[in-house]
């Protein structure tokens, strides 16, 4: 029992460290299955749902001022969709994801993935599961749709910490 709790100890205080930190060193968190690599700091948790179809995966660290997050959604394409379909993909999930959170846009733009993937970068002031803020970035890459996500206190969103998150993003493929 005294072990264990010694590794608890241990392994709570390195988390401390990691927050206080920053997780400069902490190593990437790397899909292979969704090719993506981001600074999570932790091993994220996952969850996996198929809704109509269509699969969307959400890996997550919680704290308790707020959370990161990757969601990636398998979009239903053919390949011969009209050019106004990812401006539309983007601006919807936008809405959605302000809308689910009880929130109201406060800025937004356009963010270039890896010099070639159109998407969408934005903040909002929430009021769901808690008021707070959220800051987002989603892109469109073939069929995949990845949403990197910040929410919580104004002041974890705007943190170091978020913004290392938010600009470690990576394609792996």
Request: charged share 20%.
């Amino acid at each position: 029992m005294v072990q264990f709790t010694r590794r608890a100890l241990g392994g709570a205080l390195a988390l401390a460290a990691c927050v206080v930190s920053g997780c400069a060193d902490a190593p990437e968190f790397v899909s292979t299955v969704d090719k993506f690599k981001v600074k999570f700091g932790i091993a994220p948790q996952t969850s996996d749902r198929v809704v109509g179809g269509t699969r969307s995966v959400t890996y997550k660290v919680e704290t308790s001022d707020g959370a990161r997050s990757v969601t990636v959604t398998e979009l239903p394409v053919k390949g011969d969709e009209p050019p106004e379909f990812v401006p539309w993909v983007l601006n919807s999930a936008k809405g959605d994801l302000i809308r689910a959170a009880g929130g109201k846009e406060e800025s937004s733009g356009s963010h270039v993935l890896a010099g070639k993937y159109a998407g969408r970068e934005f903040s909002a002031s929430i009021t769901q599961p808690t008021r707070g803020a959220m800051r987002a970035r989603i892109w469109v890459v073939g069929p995949r749709l990845y949403q990197v996500m910040v929410i919580g206190t104004d002041a974890y969103v705007q943190s170091d910490l978020a913004n290392e998150f938010l600009n470690s993003f990576q394609l792996t493929e």
